[in-house]
């Protein structure tokens, strides 16, 4: 088992392989949408929520990971804090978000995906 520390954050990761972990992260729907969300400009919370359609508290637990992860940055703007996409993570998402696009449709081919 591995241990990884971010910022008194403690995450037990029982994989062998860290993509593992990465693919997990991201492929969680609620998480994409957010990461999808933040592509073209840093939101706050409410704005986060908004624009993935997501409850403000939804939004809220699931950036806890996100910065942890290091895939979120957060920026403070007054008294409201704005999130962005880390520049690593940005071009990964975009072509996530290209693929689907592009060949969405054939996915319904893959081996056990059911799209409802």
């Known amino acids: 088992m591995n241990k990884y520390s971010y910022d008194k954050i403690f995450i ?35 704005e986060l929520a908004e624009a993935s359609g997501l409850s ?13 992860c290091r895939f979120v940055e957060m920026v403070p703007k007054g008294k409201v804090h704005e999130y962005g996409l880390s520049k690593e993570i ?10 689907i696009e592009k060949y969405g449709d054939f996915l319904t081919n893959c081996g056990g995906i059911k799209m409802v």
């Not at 994989?15 to 609620?30: A, H, Q, T, V, W």
């Not at 403000?56 to 942890?68: D, E, T």
Request: aromatic share 6%; charged share 20%.
């Open 56 to 68: 403000q508290s939804h939004v809220s637990h699931n950036l806890k990971s996100l910065l942890a």
């Open 12 to 46: 037990l990761i029982d994989m062998k392989d860290p993509s593992e972990m990465f693919l997990r992260e991201i492929g969680s729907g609620c998480k994409f949408r957010m990461l999808k969300s933040l592509l073209n400009a840093k939101l706050s919370v409410n």
């Open 90 to 99: 940005a071009p990964c998402i975009r072509g996530i978000s290209n693929y």
